[in-house]
């Protein structure tokens, strides 16, 4: 496993929770990347239209989504985005410096879903130069 892949997700934590829900871990992962997506996509669209208030709810969401499956990199700036709309809400400014931070945000969640991906579906794990038996060769077939 990389650097990279223990940076972005707590495999630890994310085991734990798999062993937890069992077989409806499958059906709680397929909701983080459909629903995380769309939360992204509502922040995005939100910065895009300098809608304030259009950005905590869908943080809020990714931010408890992630942290349940082990995403801590991706909760904590989603947990930025959050509270500093929130405070801007209340002091009726648009946080121009969430900019980045969105950016980030949409880096971290493909990242997170494509280290999810490669710990459970079992045709992206596969590593074809190691499979069972010996390396299939015919170099001393049919020589005498």
């Known amino acids: 496993m990389s650097d990279e892949a223990r940076e972005v997700i707590?495999?630890?934590h994310f085991e734990r929770s798999r062993a937890e829900l069992g077989p409806g871990f499958i059906r709680i992962l397929s909701y983080?990347?459909?629903d995380g997506g769309k939360s992204v996509a509502q922040i995005e669209q939100a910065m895009r239209e300098q809608h304030?208030?259009?950005?905590?709810?869908?943080?809020?969401?990714?931010?408890?989504?992630?942290r349940q499956l082990g995403a801590e990199p991706l909760a904590k700036v989603?947990?930025?985005?959050e509270t500093t709309a929130r405070f801007c809400v209340e002091s009726r400014r648009f946080p121009d410096e969430l900019v980045p931070d969105v950016v980030e945000l949409r880096k971290l969640f493909s990242q997170t879903v494509e280290l999810f991906e490669k710990a459970t579906n079992?045709?992206?794990?596969r590593n074809p130069s190691t499979g069972f038996?010996?390396?299939?060769?015919?170099?001393?077939?049919?020589r005498i």
């Open 10 to 12: 707590d495999w630890a």
């Open 78 to 81: 989603a947990e930025l985005i």
């Open 32 to 34: 983080f990347k459909e």
């Open 133 to 142: 038996g010996r390396k299939a060769s015919n170099q001393s077939f049919g």
């Open 52 to 66: 304030t208030a259009g950005l905590v709810l869908p943080a809020h969401t990714l931010k408890g989504e992630s």
């Open 122 to 125: 079992p045709l992206m794990t």
